[in-house]
């Protein structure tokens, strides 16, 4: 049997590659959007911890920024993973069940990346707020805005226009890690490739063509990004 032509993997036909190829993609995005918006909420109460927060909030935000920083992400995916399911095991056991227990990979994996990118959201989305003029804030309080008025109306609003483009870059980098998630068994794009790679001894092939479509999904979230930027930036003079 013949090796399946560069088109072969790309098609959507029965021969071809394209829909596990499509199938793992979508797999990667939905794993990094979990994971960037777990690490958003966490980022948030992070950031607030560290800006308005007491000594102990404060203590508590950044060990959890230095030490996630510190740790590499897949350590972190197999902590997640393997202490899961010791968890599960554990529970499963009192119910009666024998033998390894796995922890869903997905969850494992969103939770993770989540974790690791919230560090990095922490300091983007403090960082925004510190860019917020105190005046801006001054003249909210002076109109008699209330604190959840003041949040929802000035605080959130400028922060994000600070924050969007330390959030872009935070989501290239949750988009690359949402790679390592294939370690606990999830069949995204990375370990679709690899399956392809493996059935044909094409390696080189698949891998491309991976690349690509991570290549693409990354151009097209950053042109979603920059227009972002744009809408939250209208009325603002650009220097």
């Known amino acids: 049997m013949n090796p399946p032509s560069f088109l072969d993997i790309l098609s959507f036909g029965p021969d071809g590659w394209g829909q596990m190829l499509a199938t793992g993609a979508l797999m990667t995005i939905l794993i990094a959007l979990a994971g960037f918006a777990i690490g958003g909420i966490i980022g948030t109460f992070g950031a607030w911890a560290k800006v308005s ?10 060990t959890y920024t230095t030490v996630l920083r510190g740790i590499p992400d897949l350590l972190v995916i197999y902590l997640f993973y393997f202490g899961g399911s010791a968890v599960v095991s554990a529970i499963g056991h009192l119910f009666g069940a024998e033998g390894f227990v796995s922890f869903p990979g997905f969850i ?15 300091e983007v989305f403090r960082g925004a707020f510190r860019a917020v003029h105190p005046g ?10 209330g604190r959840a008025l003041k949040f929802r109306r000035i605080i959130a609003p400028l922060t994000l226009r600070h924050a969007l483009p330390g959030l ?15 370690v606990t068994g999830v069949v995204e794009l990375l370990h679709q490739a690899q399956t392809g790679a493996g059935s044909t001894g094409l390696p080189f092939d698949f891998y ?21 930027e744009r809408r939250f930036s209208r009325g603002v003079r650009r220097s």
């Open 208 to 228: 491309l063509v991976a690349a690509l479509i991570y290549l693409a999904i990354s151009t097209l979230s950053g042109l979603l990004l920059h227009a972002s």
């Open 53 to 62: 927060g007491g000594p102990v909030l404060r203590v508590m935000a950044e």
């Open 136 to 145: 801006e804030l001054e003249a909210a309080t002076a109109c008699g805005m």
């Open 108 to 122: 494992a994996g969103a939770l993770a990346v989540g974790v690791t990118s919230g560090a990095q959201q922490t």
């Open 168 to 182: 872009g870059n935070v989501w290239q980098v949750v988009l690359k890690e949402s790679a390592l998630v294939s």
